[in-house]
């Protein structure tokens, strides 16, 4: 089917968290953009209809955080068996951090990835530049080349910068250019290489830890750099109530901060590492469970902009190790929408949430509000807006098994887990991407 063609989706209830929509409502789509909500323009006649009775349809999902594992790492994911787990998972636009080997750090490395994603014809790649050469944290990038390139946001993905000197610098020029700093909250030094969360569990199991003042320290370096720059910076995948807590302050006081978490990260703790299983081996690690209930809080709450799946393929030889020496990651593209859909369930059944339905403030964090944290012009049906549209069955379960994924990375700690949610139709700028058979 071409971009071109006119395409009715009828039936279908309807929720754009962007416009407050939550209802029955059919969308018309035209020349890859939504034409109309509600009722068909004059003279409209569709080249191909799709009934969604039973369905939810709303904007495709903006993944803060997916790694594509291309350049360099295909033994672990290829561009083409990823974006097909991004269309499996209803995941329309996403950003990919700039950990690849080369890292993403020319601008000629960044057009190639954009061309590549492009060719497919699937989701919109927007990669995330280097903040420094390498990810060294020495030498500044070249930020406005790569921008050119095609670069929405500067990164250090996992490698946090030691001279402070060279991020106060770093934040100095991104203010100058209006650049967003893309920063996951770590020190340099305090629990590097540690492998669980500080806490009796760690220690029970032998496994070096990892204290939430690794997180906080960070935080509160970043803040001061904030207020002596003025630059925006974006927190990647937070993972502690302390945490959490300075982020809420930081925003109270107007500074221009927001900040995700990982999909897995809200539901589940250090205790479902278990008997030291691999697949619960992440970054940051998974914590205790008074700082989940924070993290679902903060979700809730708005403190947490946005919620992405932190989709980090790894394949069996770096994953099928001991606890201690095993890859972290986890593949999480597919199992976005199905854990998004079970924090929604779960804040339903404890608490009277007021006027916002669970269900679209969930949608709203993977949609809207993760498009505004990366300034992207998606995540939402407004007429005129691009169509990139995800119809998914809130009530259809599924198994999350190895097998059914299409990710090259096969490890998750949901392996077995019964979920809700599944993507049934996913389009992109009006074009049908995929259907499940």
Not at 84 to 96: E, K, N, P, R, Y
Not at 334 to 339: D, F, Q, R, V
Request: aromatic fraction near 6%.
């Amino acid at each position: 089917m071409n971009a071109g063609m006119k395409l009715h989706i009828k039936n279908g209830h309807l929720i754009d968290p962007a416009n407050g929509i939550d209802g029955k409502n059919d969308l018309y789509i035209a020349d890859g953009k939504v034409l109309a909500v509600g009722t068909a323009p004059a003279g409209f006649a569709a080249d191909q209809t799709i009934d969604a009775a039973g369905l939810i349809v709303s904007p495709g999902f903006v993944d803060l955080s997916a790694r594509l594992r291309e350049p360099g790492y295909e033994y672990k994911a290829t561009l083409e068996s990823e974006m097909q787990a991004a269309m499996q998972g209803g995941v329309t636009s996403l950003i990919c951090p700039p950990d690849t080997d080369p890292v993403l750090d020319e601008p000629g490395l960044v057009e190639m990835l954009k061309h590549r994603a492009k060719t497919l014809n699937q989701a919109n790649v927007h990669p995330l530049g280097a903040l420094t050469v390498g990810l060294k944290g020495k030498a500044l990038t070249e930020m406005a080349e790569l921008t050119e390139a095609g670069c929405i946001g500067f990164a250090q993905a996992e490698e946090p910068i030691e001279d402070t000197n060279v991020l106060l610098r770093a934040m100095q020029y991104a203010k100058t250019f209006n650049y967003t700093v893309w920063l996951r909250p770590q020190d340099a030094h305090i629990g590097r290489g540690g492998i669980a969360a500080s806490g009796p569990l760690a220690s029970r199991l032998g496994l070096s830890g990892v204290p939430v003042m690794s997180e906080t320290i960070a935080l509160h370096t970043i803040f001061e750099l904030m207020r002596s720059t003025g630059a925006r910076v974006h927190l990647c995948r937070m993972s502690s109530a302390a945490g959490l807590e300075l982020v809420r302050n930081a925003k109270k006081e107007g500074l221009p901060v927001t900040c995700d978490v990982g999909a897995h990260h809200i539901h589940l703790t250090d205790a479902d590492i278990g008997f030291f299983d691999s697949n619960a081996r992440v970054t940051p690690p998974f914590r205790s469970q008074r700082d989940r209930d924070a993290i679902r809080l903060g979700l809730l709450d708005g403190t947490v902009d946005a919620l992405c799946s932190d989709h980090t393929p790894v394949d069996d030889d770096e994953k099928l190790l001991p606890f201690g020496e095993a890859s972290p990651g986890a593949t999480g593209l597919e199992l976005l929408l199905s854990l998004a859909l079970k924090w929604a369930d779960d804040y339903a059944a404890t608490q009277d949430t007021g006027a916002v339905r669970p269900l679209a403030r969930a949608l709203a964090r993977i949609t809207s509000d993760a498009a505004r944290v990366a300034g992207l012009d998606a995540g939402t049906l407004s007429v005129g807006a691009s169509a990139d549209v995800c119809l998914f069955d809130p009530e259809a379960r599924w198994t999350v098994e190895a097998s059914a994924l299409a990710s090259q990375g096969k490890h998750t700690p949901f392996i077995g887990y019964n979920l809700a949610g599944q993507v049934r139709t996913t389009i992109v700028a009006g074009h049908v991407a995929y259907q499940r058979s």
